[in-house]
């Protein structure tokens, strides 16, 4: 008799277990405003600080690219630094020293140094 007064107590707890939960409200999450209210500025933030900045580099440099022309001293993502000889639409031939002559990849120049601009001195 003892055995089952436990069982059926076992029984109805864990039958009442479940009611009580159903019972208690749901902990309120938050909204769909409050979220927007907070990831709407992060994303701006990250927009002007990250994703811009790199956009105006990369056009400046695709038109820095775009008007290398022969005679213009160049430097590459190498270390290199030559005369442009000749210029095609994906590469360019740099005069490194008298009868050295390398192809380069346009994409592969970093600054471009006018033969009018002065080279600093190494002081």
């Known amino acids: 008799m003892r055995d089952k007064l436990m ?3 076992l029984v109805l707890s864990l039958m009442a277990a479940p009611a009580l939960a159903q019972a208690a409200p749901a902990p309120a999450g938050p909204n769909l405003i409050t979220q927007l209210l907070f990831f709407v500025p992060l994303i701006l933030i990250f927009y002007f600080l990250l994703i811009r900045p790199q956009q105006q580099r990369a056009k400046k440099h695709a038109e820095m ?3 290398v022309k022969r005679g213009d001293t160049v430097v ?5 630094i030559g005369k442009v000889n000749k210029v095609n639409d994906t590469e ?13 990849i346009k994409a592969m120049v970093i600054e ?7 080279v ?3 002081d």
Do not use: W
């Open 112 to 118: 471009v140094r006018n033969k009018a601009e002065p």
């Open 120 to 122: 600093p001195a190494n």
């Open 65 to 67: 690219i775009a008007a």
């Open 76 to 80: 590459t993502s190498g270390g290199l």
């Open 7 to 9: 069982v059926s107590g």
């Open 92 to 104: 360019i031939t740099l005069d490194l020293a008298e009868n050295v002559r390398v192809r380069v």
